[in-house]
């Protein structure tokens, strides 16, 4: 804790916010004065807040995932991810713990110890995943009713978008108070953000992260999420990373980029001395096109997810790959050797990013350790045969049936990730749709 202490003096902390992301990936934790907290050094709080679900209910099999007695759980708060709250009225930090059980094992239901785990498996291997994500989202007006559609919000010259805006210069600078603002509190974070640029639906961004660590950028793509969401609620907006937040617009992604490095000689070995592909590239590939199917609930861990995925709309709906080829669900950049890489446009701006960069991680692995082979790269956009799953249910069944990818993940949190999500699927077919009561009330 003394890099802790050493932090918290510096820069005249006075509270701290002690998180730690739930399955859904928001931040759950404590307030605490900056001398409670340092007394407390770290402290604890129920296990349950790791398995509740996003309406805040239970799974059925609850109490057969965490302890009936509703045990508390204890919280290191790692150093690396110390920051200021750059919004906050008092001097405010935050940090993201890792939880432990009171055997003092890191417990295996929190999304961080998951992909600990799995980064682990890498390391045993000599091996360093590199990883950068891009995160899209929409900007859109204050929604004071769920029976009312999202609209998108409108910038300085108060007239909504009415065309497609891929890359305008102008479109952003529609939004700069809210642009410059954003960059201020990432800059005051240290959260290595890169281009940001104006996406294809209305007043829907992506930013860039500079590539690195895999667990470091988890991080801060969780605190990103926090901060793009105050930065908005600052300027009267809302911000959204719901993966299909508007019928009429495309939905929002979060495109993984992900090599591997060799740790003993810091060399991609995704490419051959000769810049070719290596074998070992070609495996994780072949993992990936073999396994995203079962792991898909991680990339899509919503309802809403499932609309994301429909043909004609920029978003992935098969298991291709292809050099450079942004209609294929795999895609490998063109780059220089050192650069070499596959990008997966699976996961959706409303994942966890802890499981999917866990899980995403997990499928390359099993590919080079079963040395799958990939089929041929595709240069040509593929039909509109839809290969995954289409609902968040059909989605976990994939996972139930994967033991492959449930012992690297971790059986007992599978079990509780797949109670959680289906019991919001539960939930959620419960009601009753507009589209229902318009078209089967009289004609059925």
Sequence with gaps: MEAVARFLKENGITEVESTLPDMTGNARGKFYPTKKFLAEKGGRIPETLLVQTVTGDWASNHDDIVDPTDKDMFLVPDPNTLRVVPWADEPTAQVINDCYTSKGELHPLSSRSVLRRVLAL?????????????????LVQQNLDPDYEIKPATGRSGRAENARQSYSIDAVNEFNPVIDTLYSFCDAQGLNVDTLIHESGAAQMEINFLHGDALSLADQVFVFKRTLRETALKHGIYSTFMAKPMQKEPGSSMHIHQSLIDVKTGKNIFANEDGSYSERFMNYIGGLQKYTGNAISFYAPNVNSYRRFAPEIAAPINM??????????????????EATRIENRFPGADCNPYLAIAASLACGYLGMKEKLKPTEPTS??????VEIARTLEEGLRLLEDCPELIEIMGSSFVDAYIGVKRKEFETFHEVISSWEREFLLLNV
Excluded at 122 to 138: D, N
Excluded at 320 to 337: F, H, M
């Design 122 to 138: 890498y390391e045993k291997e000599g091996l360093k995943p590199v990883i950068a994500p891009e995160v899209e989202f929409y």
């Design 320 to 337: 291709n790959w292809g050099i450079d080829n942004r209609t294929a669900g795999l895609r490998v950049p063109e780059a220089v050797a």
């Design 380 to 385: 040509v956009s593929p039909d509109d045969e």
